[in-house]
């Protein structure tokens, strides 16, 4: 059983827009490509019970050792409260993460031991699904 089954689906994640320039990125010379890097972590938030967006209010972050960055809302409108939109990563940098997320009225979900690393020019991403539980 994955160590993430409790916790949510933790796959990798390239943008379509990414996908074919990452493909195409076998050469020695990976500043000549301008392609943007993809987030290393965006993760969807979600009610586990209701599987309705629960990104709103929730809050984030990302760390590596002594490095701990904040994760950034995709929005920051009221409006899109009922949309699907990750919260993200902004940095650059290899290592092995520990993502968590947290909300008022639910328990903290985390996801450990996430690697990203440099591969044909590009730093790995993962996309992330945390599935909070209500707090008893």
Same mark, same amino acid.
């Given at each position: 059983?994955? &160590? ?11 943008? $379509?827009?990414?996908? @074919? $320039?990452?493909a195409?990125?076998? *050469?020695?010379?990976?500043?000549s490509? *301008?392609? &943007? ?5 965006? $993760? ?7 599987? #309705?967006p629960?990104?709103? *209010?929730?809050? *984030?972050?990302?760390? !590596?050792g002594?490095?701990r960055?904040? %994760? #950034? &809302?995709s929005?920051? !409108? &009221?409006? +899109? @409260?009922?949309?699907? %939109?990750p ?22 979900? @985390? ?8 591969? +044909?020019?590009? %730093?790995?991403s #993962?996309?992330?699904?945390?599935? %909070?539980?209500?707090?008893?």
């Amino acid at each position: 059983m994955s &160590p993430f089954a409790t916790v949510g689906r933790v796959t990798p994640a390239v943008p $379509v827009a990414i996908a @074919s $320039v990452f493909a195409a990125c076998d *050469g020695p010379d990976c500043n000549s490509i *301008g392609a &943007p890097q993809a987030p290393m972590f965006q $993760v969807e938030v979600r009610d586990a019970a209701t599987g #309705h967006p629960a990104w709103w *209010g929730a809050t *984030g972050y990302i760390e !590596d050792g002594n490095f701990r960055e904040d %994760l #950034h &809302p995709s929005s920051t !409108d &009221p409006n +899109d @409260s009922l949309r699907v %939109l990750p919260l993200f990563s902004q940095s650059s940098r290899e290592g092995m993460y520990t993502v968590r997320v947290e909300k008022p009225g639910f328990q903290t979900w @985390s996801a450990t031991d996430l690697l990203v690393e440099t591969q +044909d020019c590009f %730093l790995t991403s #993962h996309l992330l699904e945390a599935r %909070l539980e209500r707090a008893p």
